[in-house]
């Protein structure tokens, strides 16, 4: 029962999602050229197009961007992570119209292959000598790599931390677009919105990754303390958690999930996904199942296994709760071992 | 995400987000003046009374 209800509910929340993106797209550039038509009667509507996909484009990368750390820091924003893939993809769809305009517009028909033009003409931009065009184009060469892997296809095969590690190349793809924008339109334009805009964007985007980086640095940490009762590990105390949502913690360099579910019961199981290693800490509690926030794998807290009729199992770990501690064993069981779940003491 | 990439990660951004960063100050430092900082001097000095 669960089971059918679970597709549904998944596939439901990806088509609004999607949704939510191509209303948002339509209006944007609805908006920019209708604006850009009567305050700009002299641009050509290429030069408009050419440029509301670079600016949808940029922001989009923006959002993209930031929503890993938001989830990070704050559980509220975990949704936007579902489909996270699909923005990426329309982003590149966007930013690839604007390189094709760009190059139409002024690297076609000079007598020059079009793609060493942009590398070597500035295209009669008055601002500045910089290519900037270059670092656009290699950006745009490093996203498309990205979005031809971005299928489950390539997940697979390419395992999900080289997979994951590649797609870190969307930051040095951000860094090249910074340098193309600032030493391109920043160059020429004559009003500082789009300088203050930008400067407002690179900072939130830097600042949100340093900040959640430096705020999970003690997961990485070995959590070594307090070895009581041979080899149990307090973890924390028993009011930091919150009924049916997961808290992460590293328990001898392996991450897992600890959850207090049905009013008092406390279980630890792994908290990476069997699926593509998605972070279950940062997961719903769903159906009775702790479900992976990528894309929804469920599995029961108790025993780590998924619902019928799927077969995945994630290791579980012994816990009790001692004087108002959580305390886990630093050694996994097994996956799909039962492991009795600790009880708290209600009030 | 997953250790290995949570400490790569990390350390990619406290060497990206400075990098960026100076990138972005020195393309707004140095780039042509805003046309509003050019004239307005110019304005004032010229209606100015006492000239
Ligand atoms: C072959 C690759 C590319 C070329 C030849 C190119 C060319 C250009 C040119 C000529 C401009 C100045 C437009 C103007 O003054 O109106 C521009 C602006 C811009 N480009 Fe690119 N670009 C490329 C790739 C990219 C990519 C991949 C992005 C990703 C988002 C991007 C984002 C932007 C942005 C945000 C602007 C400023 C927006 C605006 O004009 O209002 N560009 N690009
Ligand atoms: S990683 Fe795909 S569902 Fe967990």
Known sequence: MSVSYKAVDWNAFKKRYDKVLICGLVFFFTAF??????????????????RASALAAILLLHLILAIGPLARINR????????????????????????????????????????????????????SSFPFQAFGFAAL???????????????????????????????FAY?????????????????????????????????LHLFSGWSQRNLDNDVSGNEENGEYIAVCPVSDLTENVPLGANIGGER??????????????????????????????KFGCLTCPWHGYQYKPHDGTSPEPFTEKIPTFDIKIVNGEVLVRNR???????????????? | MQRPQRI????????????????LVSALLNRPEWPVMKTLPNVEFNSHPAR
């Open chain 2, 8 to 23: 790569l990660h990390r350390k990619l951004w406290l060497i990206l987000a400075p990098v960026i960063i100076a990138v």
């Open chain 1, 256 to 285: 897992v999930a600890i959850l207090l579910y049905d009013r008092d019961k406390v279980s630890c199981v792994s908290g990476v996904c069997q699926h593509q290693n998605g972070p279950l800490a940062e997961g719903q509690f």
């Open chain 1, 332 to 347: 996994p069981n097994p996956p799909g071992t039962p492991v009795e779940a600790a009880r708290i003491t209600l009030n």
């Open chain 1, 76 to 127: 509220m924003w975990i949704p936007l992570l579902y489909n996270r893939r699909h923005l990426g993809v329309t982003m590149f769809l966007l930013a690839l119209t604007h390189s094709m305009l760009a190059i139409l517009t002024y690297h076609v028909g000079g007598g020059v292959h079009p793609v060493v033009s942009v590398f070597t003409t500035d295209a009669g931009f008055r601002m």
């Open chain 1, 33 to 50: 050229i209708t604006a850009g038509i009567l305050l700009h009667p002299n641009l050509t509507i290429e030069i408009l197009l050419m």
């Open chain 1, 141 to 171: 060469v490093i996203l498309f790599i990205m979005a031809a892997t971005s299928h489950d296809f390539w997940l697979k095969n390419l395992t999900a931390p080289v997979w994951k590690t590649l797609h870190m190349g969307v930051y």
């Open chain 1, 175 to 207: 860094a090249l677009l910074i340098v193309h924008v600032a030493f391109g339109i920043l160059q020429s334009e004559t009003s500082p919105v789009y300088s203050l805009l930008l400067v407002s964007g690179v900072i939130a985007v830097s600042g």
